[in-house]
């Protein structure tokens, strides 16, 4: 090995190089109903829900508030609204779950269902009567699901077909540019959650560590091996 040490080196250097190249390009697209085998009969369950509702894959996002700020405020309502209505132009989303989507059917409610007031409430004074008449009638655990008890976290929620991680990834990416580019981030800041977003960041840290230890064990076999 002494005389071809420099060819073995250079074997080595060309093999870190192709799995640094291919590696990455590995498919890591992940669809939930790949999990569950043929004859399961919970995936026939999932399939109807599939095809039949919006969806198996859930999406969360959680909004916190900057500074003093409430996520009950209006400005970060009018930020939250945004947010769903962008979302909701791709197509694939369930109706969302949030203070913004309750404000507004609550608001709709109590002007007698007209359809001008399908909006969020006009005022401050507006959202801390409907939030509190809530309250008082039984509703905080209600409202838990959309903020916290301080009201500076705000969860938004949907649900999604199963379209794939890869798929998953564009469209955070795409929400990620909007949200820059189109609302106010001083306001708040946020970060995705749930089943879905966790699984996709454990697929890319396995894909990672896929790749750094293949790169350590290459170096180390071609160092031993050149020596």
Known sequence: THSRSREILVAFAVAILVSIFYIPRISTDIYLLEDIGPNDPIRSSMEFFEKQSYGLRSFEIGLHAKGDKLVTDPAILVEIEKIQEHLLSMGQFSPFLSVSTFLKEANYITHYRRPQYKRLPDSQAEIDEILSATGFNGGESVLRNFYSQDEKVAR??????????????????????????ECDTS?????????????????????????????????????????
């Open 156 to 181: 938004v929620s949907s649900r999604l077909p199963d379209i794939g991680t890869e798929a998953l990834d564009s469209m955070y990416q795409d929400l990620d540019q909007f949200i820059i580019a």
């Open 187 to 227: 306001l708040f800041s946020y970060r995705y959650t749930g089943q879905a977003y966790l699984t996709e960041v454990n697929l890319d840290y396995l894909r990672t560590s896929l790749l750094l230890g293949l790169l350590v064990a290459f170096v180390v076999i071609g160092i031993l091996m050149g020596i």
